[in-house]
Nanobody, 122 residues
Framework: QVQVAESGGGSVQSGGSLRLSCASSGAIYRVNDMGWYRQAPGKQRELVAT???????TYSDSVKGRFVISRDTASNTAFLQMNSLKPEDTAVYYC????????????????WGLGSQVTVSA
């Protein structure tokens, strides 16, 4: 019903930058919150940043001041600009989209992408 696809990952040296994109498509009536999460090897998935459809943002303490989340409401796309990257930012980054598939889908559901690898070398 709803497809989510991340892009823009890759390898970068410490101090570098990357920009991730998250495109959502399919039977979307309305997208509510969009968010980025990450999972490093051997660790649990953790929240990185979220943005509401009104543009309100939240960040984890570990990325605050370095990462910026944004979205294009018209295309249901979210972005994560990652600056001053550190080796500890190495992880698979996942996009989560909270979306409604129709006017009677009052609560909506969460839809996840398959992830994009980000590797930061020292």
């Amino acid at each position: 019903q709803v497809q989510v696809a991340e892009s823009g990952g890759g390898s970068v040296q410490s101090g570098g930058s990357l920009r991730l994109s998250c495109a959502s498509s399919g039977a979307i009536y309305r997208v509510n919150d969009m968010g980025w999460y990450r999972q490093a090897p051997g660790k649990q998935r953790e929240l990185v940043a979220t943005i509401t459809n009104g543009g309100r943002t939240t960040y984890s303490d570990s990325v605050k001041g370095r990462f910026v989340i944004s979205r294009d409401t018209a295309s249901n796309t979210a972005f994560l600009q990652m600056n001053s990257l550190k080796p500890e930012d190495t992880a698979v980054y996942y996009c989560k989209v909270q979306a409604r598939v129709g006017p009677l889908d009052y609560h909506g559901s969460d839809y996840w992408g398959l992830g994009s690898q980000v590797t930061v070398s020292a």
